[in-house]
């Protein structure tokens, strides 16, 4: 398929409000179909983090909402967004531990893709291909709003945070994870993995729009949000995996709570 093609299948997109969505970054994505799921296609970087990624999540919904973690299903009832939900990746994995999972994308293939994985593996996801600003405009709430991955990619960051944040219910979490901002962000996340090691597409992340743990912490509170936490994601080279740190300096996720 052309790299800029849409399937004929696909769901017409809804971008909404143009000025949060970057349309060429989007087609970039949508360009990648079924190739989502590859473990060792374009998005291997992104399989061999997940495990971390989910593992953070289900313990901060399990700790958050006082859910007994042993349970067979411990996100049980949970309503979950998954702004950016691409291929799936991260909604099945989390539907699959009990979660009513809605995954939005704005890229019509991605939902086609992700559909069609979370059908023959007998998973139910909710996937739209729309924005967070279209569900802020339409008044919807989720008890957990997760943006992973996103933020680095949108042209205004502040305003795509703060429509997120819109869409918890009182007493709800939004998590966000990111690239910082530094100098050691510049030569791990760019130079090694996009041009040395070639873990990604050249040009996949532009510097400039990565945002340090300050900079989204104020549009979260401004939101109204509190922030419970903050943890990085490190690459161990030994144990060829990531894990949790307390090193925020390249890849960290960030936890907000509203209010009751």
Known sequence: MPFDAVHPDAPPADYGPATLVDGADVAKYDALGDGWWDPKGAMAPLHRLNPTRIRYLRDAMVRHFGVPAERPFPLDGLTILDIGSGGGLLSEPLARLGGRVTGIDPAPNNVLAAARHAEAGGVTVDYRATTAETLAEAGERFDVVLALEVVEHVPE?????????????????????????????FALAIVGAEYVLGWLPRGTHKWSQFRTPEEIATPVRMAGL?????????????????????????NYLLTAKRPD
């Open 226 to 250: 509190r922030i419970v936490d903050r943890a990085g994601m490190v690459f161990d080279p030994l144990r060829d995996a990531w894990g949790l740190s307390r090193d925020t300096d390249v």
């Open 157 to 185: 960051p502040d305003a795509f945070v703060a429509t997120a944040c819109s869409l918890v219910r009182p007493g709800g979490l939004f998590v966000l994870s990111t690239l910082n901002r530094t100098a050691k962000s």
